[in-house]
């Protein structure tokens, strides 16, 4: 079968996504590391670590519905591998994060959320209209759920947190899994015939290449970003005498 073509306007959404995860995590990496007062738990900050999240969750579920559309109803097996895999990445982040910062560790971050997503998701890639009434759903219960506490920290994947859990990457089931539903009936309606809506842009465009390779490679970034920035401003600190 003849390789599909790549959608560049969705690798471009999860492109500028990763963009936004690199300054909000820019911004949090200088706090924790550098001292500087930026406050990262509410107002601009917040919210734009939010959108950044909402991002990479409704393109995920996009980029599924057009991957079984694409494969001619691939076997429930490969979605499983492909989902175990990203939840096995999500946990080398709970180590890797409760060893160096065992007060605010990742116990469901995004990675964890995207890997169980790809596995449930299959249930509803089938019927547009059960993921989209389901997706809304989902969301509600997550904003109903919000700030509601539970002594029960095994429910954390929930979105039932227990009093005085902090993490720098929250992204519980309710009600983010919803918005990956969504995004799956987005992309079965918008993008039922797997091309692009858009036209394409220039080939000699050269910030729209940049952004659609960032969106290619956007686990590869997730996953070395960090080191990256803490030791450039480790680097710093230390040339500059501190």
């Known amino acids: 079968m003849e390789k599909q073509k790549r959608i560049w306007e969705i690798d471009a959404a999860r492109g500028i996504a990763v963009a936004m995860m690199f300054i909000s995590n820019f911004a949090l990496d200088l706090v924790f590391f550098a001292g500087y007062h930026i406050d990262i738990t509410s107002g601009f900050w917040l919210y734009f670590a939010r959108t950044t999240a909402f991002l990479f969750v409704f393109v995920a579920g996009i980029s599924l519905a057009l991957s079984f559309a694409r494969q001619e109803r691939k076997a429930f097996g490969k979605y499983l591998i492909r989902g175990l895999r990203i939840f096995g990445y999500g946990l080398l982040i709970t180590f890797v994060t409760l060893v160096l910062f065992p007060q605010s560790p990742i116990f469901f971050g995004i990675l964890h959320l995207i890997g169980l997503s790809i596995i449930l998701g299959y249930m509803f890639l089938r019927s547009e209209k059960i993921a989209l009434i389901s997706g809304f759903l989902i969301v509600a219960a997550g904003l109903y759920l919000d700030g509601v506490s539970l002594d029960a920290p095994w429910l954390l994947w929930t979105g039932l947190s227990y009093e005085g859990f902090t993490s720098f990457d929250y992204t519980p089931v309710f009600p983010w899994f919803g918005f990956f539903l969504i995004g799956i009936f987005f992309?079965?309606?918008?993008?039922?015939?797997?091309?692009?809506?858009?036209?394409?842009?220039?080939?000699?465009?050269?910030?729209?290449?940049?952004?659609?390779?960032?969106?290619?490679?956007?686990?590869?970034l997730y996953l070395v970003h960090q080191p990256v920035f803490v030791g450039f401003i480790m680097l710093f600190l230390w040339g500059a005498g501190y």
């Open 187 to 220: 992309g079965k309606t918008v993008y039922a015939g797997g091309a692009s809506r858009l036209r394409h842009a220039r080939e000699s465009f050269r910030p729209l290449n940049i952004i659609t390779w960032m969106g290619r490679n956007s686990l590869f």
